[in-house]
């Protein structure tokens, strides 16, 4: 016969097999001998001493007394889980990716992941965002793996930190920010990680503004030179395109080879 044991004996069983998350489902198919509302109010009581968090429905992480006083974990260790229960694609992109890289000029008060669509909501807790971007594809040659406490997270690597950072600026702060951070992360970047196949996932606009950055702003002439022969062997002839998207053209004459009209004065944080 099944031994007996409490709901949350049974979670720090889990926790000391080095499991940080739990569904409902789970919980109740290994404790039958419960009712689901006894379930559900154990579940509850232990919730109120910050003991577990539900971050999405049925789907639970568990805070071990090494977290305790922050009161959630890091995205890290439980995004992993909470995406394969969803069934979804996802990676730790933007700030938050630039932060695992070692861009950690300004820590993100945000986490930051992209998904697939249809869009997920905002998540706060414990005072702790997570805020979700979708695409329709994803660009799986530029997605690694980093490994954590519990396993290994999906990440995008520093190239498409990169791009995902001026496609979403607003989001993450403004273009001053960006380039702020894509300052930082020039130094993981090798010329030879800069591959034509980035081309077919990010818009050519994007790849120019990334250019025109590590040229004019970063003093990044390798990485610059390198990008430019990829997308001239896709495009002979660059389109002109606003630096800032969402400011007015500047009326002066593009002098750049990137074709990007400088409609902002970029200022990075030293």
């Known amino acids: 016969m099944k031994e007996k044991i409490k709901i ?5 069983q889990q926790l000391a097999r080095g499991e ?3 569904t409902l489902a789970y919980l109740q198919a290994n404790k039958p001998e419960k009712s689901d509302i006894s379930i559900k109010l154990a579940l509850k009581r232990l919730v109120d001493k910050n003991k577990i968090i539900s971050v999405n429905k049925g789907f639970y992480i568990i805070i071990p007394p090494a977290y305790s006083n922050l009161g959630f ?6 995004m992993d889980d909470l995406m394969e229960y969803l069934g979804r694609p996802y990676y730790i992109s ?21 998904t697939s669509l249809p ?17 329709r594809s994803f660009p799986e040659s530029h997605i690694i793996q980093k490994k954590s406490e519990s396993g290994y997270v999906n990440l995008s690597d520093p190239l498409l930190t990169c791009l ?35 081309l077919q996932w990010v818009p050519d606009a994007n790849i120019q503004r990334l ?13 610059a ?3 430019f022969r990829i997308i001239k062997v896709s495009s002979n002839s660059l389109k002109t395109y606003k630096l800032s998207s969402s400011k007015n053209l500047q009326k002066e004459k593009v002098k750049n080879r990137w074709k990007i009209n400088v409609n902002i004065k970029i200022e990075i944080d030293e």
């Open 164 to 198: 995902d950072l001026i496609s979403y600026y607003k989001t993450v702060g403004g273009f001053n920010r960006v380039a702020t951070v894509i300052n930082e992360l020039s130094e993981e970047i090798g010329t030879d990680e800069i591959k034509s196949s980035i």
């Open 8 to 12: 949350s004996d049974w979670i720090n």
């Open 225 to 227: 030179d390198a990008l």
């Open 73 to 78: 974990l890091p995205l890290t260790m439980f």
């Open 119 to 135: 869009s997920m909501r905002t998540t706060t807790k414990k005072g702790v965002q997570i805020k979700y971007v979708s695409k």
């Open 94 to 114: 933007l700030l938050s990716a630039a932060a695992l890289h070692g861009a950690a000029h300004q820590q993100p008060q945000v986490n930051f992941v992209c």
């Open 20 to 22: 940080y998350t739990f």
């Open 211 to 223: 250019g025109y950055l590590w040229e004019y702003e970063c003093g990044q002439a390798g990485l």
